[in-house]
Nanobody
Framework: QVQLVESGGGLVQAGGSLRLSCAAS????????MGWFRQAPGKEREFVAA????????YYANSVKGRFTISRDGAENTVYLQMNSLKPEDTAVYYC??????????????????WGQGTQVTVSS
């Protein structure tokens, strides 16, 4: 069992920045692929960013490429999502997720084994 706790969400004006954190309970966190997803009201959950187990391979949705950066700190058992140049359409609940097997990064919701509870990000225009 792995518990994930997101933090760092909030209200920000368009053009601003936020950094989301996802803390994992398991000490072998550094062996796992991680991802960030988001779900806006009335919409399906969508992929945002992913990072492989070692942190040297990342992948982004086209809608956030160049604005968001995913990273991980193995010593802190934490994965981050730095979000810059935020837009109103980035408003959503953001979830982190972990996959307990595999060496790549993963972009589908079904690829992941455990999820956090989500953190709200609201971008005002």
């Amino acid at each position: 069992q792995v518990q994930l706790v997101e933090s760092g969400g909030g209200l920000v004006q368009a053009g601003g920045s936020l950094r989301l954190s996802c803390a994992a309970s398991r000490r072998t966190f550094s062996s796992y692929a991680m991802g960030w997803f988001r779900q806006a009201p009335g919409k399906e959950r969508e992929f945002v960013a992913a990072i492989n187990w070692s942190g040297d391979n990342t992948y982004y949705a086209n809608s956030v490429k160049g604005r968001f950066t995913i990273s991980r700190d193995g010593a802190e058992n934490t994965v981050y999502l730095q979000m810059n140049s935020l837009k109103p359409e980035d408003t959503a609940v953001y979830y982190c997720a972990v996959r307990l097997r595999g060496r790549s990064y993963y972009t589908a919701s079904d690829d992941y084994d455990y999820w956090g509870q989500g953190t709200q990000v609201t971008v005002s225009s």
